[in-house]
């Protein structure tokens, strides 16, 4: 099994700062791409960013220029630094692998993890 652990959310006020961080686990046997989406109430779930093990990046686009994702290959971990919030940023935010796991129970291949989830609340 793959595990994605996640960290760094809370609450924060308009122009503020938080900086979340996702440190991926386990069977791991490919890694395509790491990122970040996020569920607004009322909305469905986007993509904020993602990075390749190749540091080749993408963005939605209201995220350019405000966050900035990065990775570390050797841990498997990537991290998002996101600047200048705002209230429209509130939502849950969710790590994400796309990539092949293998269950150790099955020797099977698994595809796409998901972490479960942290907060973010952008409020005065």
Same mark, same amino acid.
């Given at each position: =099994? #793959?595990?994605?652990?996640?960290?760094?959310?809370? $609450?924060?006020?308009?122009?503020?700062? $938080?900086?979340?961080?996702?440190?991926? *686990?386990?069977?791991? /046997?490919?890694?395509?791409? !790491?990122?970040?989406?996020?569920?607004?109430?009322?909305?469905?779930?986007?993509? #904020?960013?993602?990075?390749?093990?190749? %540091?080749?990046?993408?963005?939605?686009? /209201?995220?350019?220029?405000? /966050?900035?994702? *990065?990775?570390? %290959?050797?841990?498997?971990?990537?991290?998002?630094? !996101?600047?200048? $919030?705002?209230?429209?940023?509130?939502? #849950?935010?969710?790590? %994400? $692998?796309?990539?092949?796991?293998?269950?150790?129970?099955?020797?099977?291949?698994?595809?796409? /993890?998901?972490?479960?989830?942290? =907060? #973010?609340?952008? *409020?005065?």
């Amino acid at each position: =099994q #793959v595990q994605l652990m996640e960290s760094g959310g809370g $609450l924060v006020q308009p122009g503020g700062s $938080l900086r979340l961080s996702c440190a991926a *686990s386990g069977s791991i /046997f490919r890694i395509i791409a !790491m990122g970040w989406y996020r569920k607004a109430p009322g909305k469905q779930r986007e993509l #904020v960013a993602n990075i390749t093990p190749g %540091n080749r990046t993408q963005y939605a686009d /209201f995220a350019k220029g405000r /966050f900035t994702i *990065s990775g570390d %290959n050797a841990k498997n971990t990537i991290s998002l630094q !996101m600047n200048t $919030l705002k209230p429209e940023d509130t939502a #849950v935010y969710y790590c %994400n $692998l796309e990539g092949y796991g293998v269950d150790p129970l099955t020797s099977r291949y698994e595809y796409d /993890f998901w972490g479960q989830g942290t =907060q #973010v609340t952008v *409020s005065s």
